[in-house]
């Protein structure tokens, strides 16, 4: 016998005040989510990666918070996920942490 309820994990991150933004979004969609292991990242607080928050739903909604999930990691890696940049001069394409071409030497814009 199948279990609507049972929960499944549908996302993994160190950061508590994340996983409660990310519940957050769950619970406004009406997905109603859970976090575990946070307690445990509270208690070694300022030693990130001890433990890794879970982000649990009911396996019933599991497809559609990972669908959300999704649109919500695309939406914050899109300033990083490609943080080169494209010198305006010469088109070659730069680290994020270079302040000038390293082709051309032109300037970041
Ligand atoms: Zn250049």
Do not use: H
Request: one cysteine or more.
């Amino acid at each position: 016998m199948s279990e609507p309820s049972r929960l499944v994990c549908v996302y993994r991150l160190q950061d508590p005040i994340e996983a409660n933004l990310i519940r957050g979004l769950l619970l406004n969609a009406g997905i109603p989510a859970q976090l575990t292991g946070e307690g445990l990242v509270g208690a070694y607080s300022g030693v990130p990666k001890v433990c890794e928050v879970r982000v649990l739903v009911p396996v019933a909604r599991q497809a559609e918070a990972e669908r959300m999930l999704q649109g919500y990691e695309a939406d914050r890696n899109r300033p990083s996920a490609d943080p080169d940049w494209c010198c305006a001069q010469c088109g070659e394409r730069n680290g994020p942490r270079f302040e000038v071409c390293w082709n051309c030497e032109r300037a970041r814009e």
